[in-house]
């Protein structure tokens, strides 16, 4: 019995365990199978249509109106207004209709256009013409018309419709060459491989005589994964059934290129193609200005809340009374006498809810969302990050996480490719104990690459020599490199060299293309595959063919690849190359030690290391390892499991040939930008898969370690040595004694921990709380958080999001943010607060996936400390100024109450409660939060400590909004109280008239707008020339309005009771005394406080406002002299040596031999090396020697 299947029935069935991938049937051409085959079952596929818009035109009014009411604001407004017309309100509905409508019609607008730009996008792509094969005829249809099955002829540079199984190319060998950067950003060019069986077929009918079925896993939005099979019909014979992988798989929106045209079929169309499978909408993040500002709104609902039971109780306690039932002049009729008193009582109650409801700001969600939309232009404008090298500048994915860029506390980074420039350059291979470099200098001449080996060891004994030629063949043949010839790309001429067309290498990987290279360099040429057959050019001119038989492609839980191929002389040979530690556990014979000393001593100088093994197969092992092979790659259910289970059974047994080390230079000023971030107050952690040597010496290169960093290591190595509990107990008392020292002593020691993936899931297992000592993860954080900088090597994808999580939910909830290049890196990218992808080469998934993207690492400087810093400034005034305005805007009102018998008699005109928000105050604020910069750019780059001022969301803290509060009551107070003081048994009119209640509040109103403008104006320190226009020009218009409004008798009200009343205020000089005087005393106390806390306690930015003051504008563009100084201390960039008058030698500054060639010029030598020709470099064992005259000084 087969316990297997049972076990896998009953994990299905009881447990629930969903352990195989249901499967579709495609029927190529749409031909039914034979007779005598499976049954034909048609089955129904969407159509090739791509849908990228949300709304249609039916359903656009109704799915808009209730997305937006979904908002609480909108639906509180919403709420609002239908009591304004239900029950009798103080107010007209329009107060809250008008603003209402307003808001949501602008939001329809713009939702509409996007929409709209979606719809003419998706017809573009749907109306495109694909050429299809219809009995062995060609015809030409629409895209969206194209259905799962049709046979496809694809064209050179044209982009595939849908996903296809390749089938046949115009290629003899069977292939065709891919780009997919519109998929994953990769522009080099892929291979892909028609099925075997089927390539051969070279027109037309050949194509459509093809009799077969595709059976593959239904659609899935892994790019890089497909299983499935095709089994193929010959006449009565059986089928012959081929594997299908990703190999054959051509995806949507990937382009065809160097092939004339392919044929292919349809298994994956419309929605279900990978491609649209990616565009799901992410997560959304929210930032913690939002969180706060809908903190703040509850507190405001609540202060509604309160005013509004104030009044209904203090209404019934007046009318207790049978004199104060009602005032004379509003009598109430005999139905509502007659209606119960919890009916009139809820009534008023939410008629007090009407006309105190301005409180809350329906317009501020609209002026945050387009002062983040605009605001977000800012960044991707900013020439200064512009790639000249990659022709594109920042983007910007998400507007809503503009200001969070202004609180990150941590930073979680890549190593390759984001610190690194990921442009590899080989340096040198240690085969068998030996140490190889491709160009050494012989009396003062750059030798050439057979040289430079002969001169390594000029009669190398017959063992010796075989590993060399196995090692440089392994790396000639165990690849994915692709030989081009001379290719126009973007205009500009690849592989030109002297006028002649020659080849070059390209790649996905930049280490495989780098050790490529780096073997033609030392003799050993790659030329090409051509029929399966791989060709190198060794080091004696000779050709070698080997037959390429299996490549077991590299994955990032192996940590190698291997090829399996076939000599001449009918040898079987595996290569295998990958990291040291998935190496060296599979070695049983080889130089393990002396290769490893120098794995290690090359991880130190920062390179990155790669190990080379080998093993010879014989006949019977290579049939069992197709078996292997053959049977894991048929199978549709659990194949991944299946193939790492056959290549674990492969990769066995191996003899270790030697180790390669290739440099991967630090970016230009990443050192210099994670200086600034540590002066910034921001913790910056390095996630990595590298070896923990490579890694530690690009941290102390980038100035994450200093030389003064105390580590400590909370690695694999050192708790095997002592448990895993003694380690972290130990390193947190370390941390802790330091700590409790650094109150006494002025000089504080820096840590900088280093933890390795295999420790880290150690500590991270949720067991550890039971075996009772205590919970590993707090510990883990406590002393991280006493660590100035951590590095964690040996990372998986996985690990880099767990290790942002566990960041991001300790209790001090900081902000991360996450920046990365390569697709392993977008798990922490979606999981940080907020993530910035680099526009690198390993691929664009990062920048896809990202908030935003910028072309290097350098530009995160600019982006935090200046972009960063300006939009939290701005959206943080925002927020407190609507709320304050609001409050000097209705808190009157609620004074009011106390004088009219709480009879919701408005205070204010209904135009003014309408235009408040929407006209009067609105355009300052929203172009002061564009604009200003209370600061200049130049400052925030020179002091990277002013981004310490609004950490920690310290403008909208509770004490920050109840200052602002306090302020919005008192100015309130003030407006209110001043102006009733002043009418109090005074005459204002020159005929002794008194004003009446609507003069009141005009003369209320007219100094709110003119005191909430002008206290915006005194807080705003940028000025130009639009500010002015904004500011004054509100003002004017609020004037302009009045006089018009209460000046015209306009035909369409039925009432006017504005009519004059501001043209007879104004004409009073009592009243402009008065306005001119509360103007003064409300803004008063904010500019007494200010001045003070500049005196008495000033913040960093105010020093640095002070400062700007007193030195000459012209200084903030001089260049600090310490930027001027030449740099001493140890770099990992390479030293370029002057050879005559037009060549360079590049050699890096870390080895002994450019320490020596730099000594010798330095005293004199000169600086053209001809003078070192009585120099002479030897290379011996793990080592090199370095000859001068006189005697021998080994290095």
Not at 39 to 58: C, E, G, M
Not at 749 to 778: C, M, W
Not at 830 to 858: C, T, W
Not at 1058 to 1074: E, H, I, K, N, R
Request: net charge negative; aromatic share 12%.
């Amino acid at each position: 019995m087969d316990f297997n299947l049972l076990r896998n029935i009953i994990s299905r069935y009881c447990t629930g365990e969903e352990i195989w991938v249901d499967s579709r049937t495609v029927y190529i051409g749409h031909k039914e199978p034979p007779p005598g085959a499976e049954a034909y079952i048609p089955q129904r596929y969407p159509d090739n249509r791509i849908v990228s818009s949300k709304y249609t035109f039916w359903n656009f009014i109704p799915k808009n109106l209730f997305e937006q009411f979904r908002r609480i604001a909108n639906f509180y407004f919403l709420l609002i207004f239908l009591v304004q017309l239900i029950i009798d309100t103080p107010t007209s509905p329009v107060t809250s209709g008008l603003p209402l409508f307003f808001v949501i019609t602008v939001t329809a607008i713009k939702q509409g256009y996007e929409d709209w730009l979606r719809h003419k996008a998706d017809c573009s792509i749907n109306e495109c013409p694909v050429d299809v094969v219809q009995q062995g005829n060609v015809a030409r249809t629409q895209s969206h018309k194209l259905r799962v099955g049709d046979i496809v002829i694809v064209r050179e540079d044209e982009t595939f419709p849908c996903d296809l199984i390749f089938l046949s190319s115009s290629r003899d060998d069977g292939t065709c060459y891919v780009t997919t950067t519109s998929l994953d950003g990769e522009s080099s060019h892929k291979t892909y491989y028609a099925v075997p069986d089927t390539m051969a077929f070279k027109t037309e009918q050949e194509v459509d005589s093809l009799h077969a079925t595709i059976e593959c896993e239904q659609p899935q939005p892994d790019l890089y994964k497909f299983v499935g099979r095709i089994n193929i019909y010959k006449d009565k014979e059986e089928p012959v059934s081929r594997t299908l992988g990703a190999e054959n798989l051509l995806l949507r929106g990937a382009t065809l290129k160097n092939t004339k045209h392919i044929y292919a079929v349809a298994v994956y169309t419309g929605m279900e193609t990978k491609m649209a499978l990616n565009y799901q909408s992410k997560s959304q993040k929210r930032s913690a200005v939002e969180k706060s500002m809908n903190a703040f709104l509850i507190v405001y609902l609540c202060i509604l809340i309160s005013k509004a039971l104030i009044n209904t109780v203090l209404k019934y306690a007046w009318q207790w009374l049978p004199d104060r039932d009602e005032p004379w002049y509003n009598h109430r009729t005999e139905n509502e006498r007659q209606r119960h008193v919890v009916i009139r009582a809820f009534t008023d109650f939410l008629a007090f809810m009407v006309l105190f409801n301005y409180i809350i700001p329906v317009s501020m969600y609209v002026t945050v969302e387009m002062q983040k939309f605009l605001g977000s232009y800012f960044i991707t404008w900013d020439e200064e990050m512009f790639d000249e090298e990659l022709g594109q500048g920042a983007q910007v994915n998400t507007s809503d996480l503009n200001e969070e860029l202004g609180q990150v506390e941590y930073v979680f980074t890549d190593k390759t490719g984001t610190l690194t420039e990921n442009n590899m350059e080989f340096i040198e291979c240690c085969v068998d104990g030996n140490v190889y470099i491709p160009h050494a200098i012989c009396n003062g001449q750059i030798l050439s690459a057979a040289s430079s080996i002969d001169m390594i060891d000029s009669s190398p004994g017959g063992y010796r020599r075989e590993y060399e030629d196995l090692f440089f063949r392994a790396l000639c043949l165990c690849h994915t490199v692709q030989v081009k010839e001379e290719e126009t790309v973007d205009g500009i001429k690849r592989g030109i060299h002297q006028g002649r067309p020659t080849s070059f290498y390209i790649s996905s990987s930049p280490d495989e293309v780098a050790l490529v290279e780096g073997m033609k360099r030392l003799g050993y040429t790659y030329l090409r595959l051509k029929d399966n057959y791989m060709e190198i050019l060794n080091k004696d001119d000779e050709i070698e063919r080997f037959e390429l038989l299996h490549v077991l492609n590299f994955d990032s839980v192996r940590r190698r690849m291997s090829v399996i191929v076939k000599s001449i002389s009918g040898e079987y040979l595996l290569f295998c190359k990958g990291a040291d530690s998935s190496i060296f556990p599979r070695v049983v014979s080889g130089k393990v030690e002396q290769v490893k000393a120098h794995v290690e001593q090359n991880a130190v100088e920062g390179l990155r290391t790669l190990c080379v093994a080998y093993r010879r197969l014989s006949e019977s092992e290579y049939l069992e390892a197709c078996h292997y092979l053959t049977e894991a790659k048929l199978a549709l259910q659990d194949r991944e499991h299946r193939l790492a289970q056959a290549y674990d059974v492969i990769e066995r047994d191996l003899v270790l040939l030697g180790a390669t080390a290739v440099e991967d230079r630090l970016q230009e000023k990443a050192a210099d930008t994670i200086e600034s971030l540590h002066k910034a107050g921001i913790k910056v952690w390095v996630l990595t898969g590298d070896k923990m040597e490579t890694a530690a010496a690009t941290c102390y290169a980038s100035k994450l370690f200093r030389r003064s960093t105390q580590i400590l290591e909370l690695t694999k190595k050192r708790t095997k040595e002592q448990s895993l509990h003694d380690v972290l107990f130990e390193l947190n008392r370390t941390v802790l004694r330091q700590r409790s020292m650094s109150g006494l002593s002025v000089d504080c020691l820096d840590f900088g921990l280093i933890i390795d993936g295999a420790t880290l899931s150690a500590v991270l297992k949720p067991s550890q709380e039971v075996s009772g000592h205590g919970n590993y993860r707090e510990i883990f954080l406590e002393i991280c958080r006493n660590c100035s900088a951590v590095l964690c090597c040996r990372m998986a994808p996985l690990q880099k999001a767990q290790i942002v999580k566990l960041i991001k939910s300790s209790k001090e909830h900081p902000i991360t943010l996450a920046i990365g290049d390569g697709a392993n890196d977008v798990s922490m990218i979606l999981e940080a607060h907020v993530g910035i992808g680099i526009m690198g080469k390993e691929g664009r998934q990062a920048a896809r996936n990202s908030d935003y993207a910028i072309p290097k690492f350098k530009h995160l400087k600019k982006m935090l400390l200046v972009h960063g810093h300006y939009y939290y400034i701005r959206i943080a005034e925002l927020v407190q100024y609507f709320f304050y305005k609001n409050v000097c805007f209705i808190f009157p009102q609620f004074l009011y109450q106390f004088f009219c018998g709480f009879s919701q008699q408005p205070l204010y005109d209904t135009a003014y409660l309408t235009l408040y928000n929407i006209s009067f105050t609105s355009l300052p604020i929203l172009l002061y939060s564009l604009v200003e910069q209370h600061v200049t750019i130049d400052a925030l780059k020179r002091d990277p400590s002013l981004y310490r001022d609004i950490a920690k969301n310290s403008l909208l803290r509770w004490p920050v909004f109840l200052y602002w509060t306090c302020l919005g009551v008192f100015d309130a107070v003030i407006f209110f109280f001043g102006a009733y003081f002043l009418f109090d048994n005074t005459t204002f009119t020159s005929n002794g008239q008194m004003f009446g209640n609507w003069t009141f509040g005009t003369l209320i109103f007219t100094v709110l707008v003119f005191t909430v403008t002008l206290k915006l104006a005194l807080d705003t320190r940028h000025w130009t020339w639009i500010n002015h226009f904004v500011i004054w020009g509100s003002l004017l218009f609020y004037v302009i309005f009045s006089l018009l409004w209460g000046g015209i008798i306009w035909p369409f009200l039925n009432y006017q009771r504005m009519y004059y009343v501001f043209m007879q205020m104004l004409s009073s000089g009592p009243a402009w005394l008065s306005i001119i005087l509360l103007i003064t005393v409300s803004l008063l106390p904010d500019v007494i406080k200010k001045v003070l806390c500049r005196a008495i306690c000033p913040t960093a930015t105010e020093r640095a406002q002070v400062q700007e003051k007193q030195l000459p504008s012209s200084m903030a563009e001089l260049t600090p002299l310490s930027f001027c100084q030449p740099y001493k201390g140890r770099s990992t960039d390479s030293t370029l040596l002057h050879l005559g008058a037009a060549e360079t030698l590049s050699l890096r500054s870390s080895s002994p031999l450019a320490q020596k060639l730099l000594t010798h010029l330095a005293e004199g030598g000169g600086s053209d090396l001809s003078s070192l020709s009585p120099y002479m470099l030897r290379l011996s064992g793990a080592g090199f020697a370095y000859y001068a005259p006189g005697p021998e000084t080994p290095v």
